[in-house]
């Protein structure tokens, strides 16, 4: 005995809906999800690199921090 099988599948168009307002998302903050965050790092002089290197990374540092 042969068992048959149907397959039966109905396909949905999306409907898309006019809006009066932008497409842009919502942007939420709320203290509970913006979280402070903490880097320790440690610069070691007589590491080879030099003090000009040194000065120039603790800029960017100062920079990457002010952007957080």
């Known amino acids: 005995m042969a068992a048959s099988l149907q397959f039966s599948a109905r396909f949905f168009k999306p409907q898309h ?36 290197v040194i000065a120039v990374a603790k800029n960017a540092l100062k920079l990457v921090g002010s952007l957080e």
């Open 17 to 52: 809906f006019q809006s009066k307002h932008s497409a842009r998302p919502a942007v939420i903050r709320c203290s509970a999800t913006t979280t402070t965050k903490r880097y320790t790092i440690t610069l070691l002089p007589g590491d080879g690199i030099g003090p000009e």
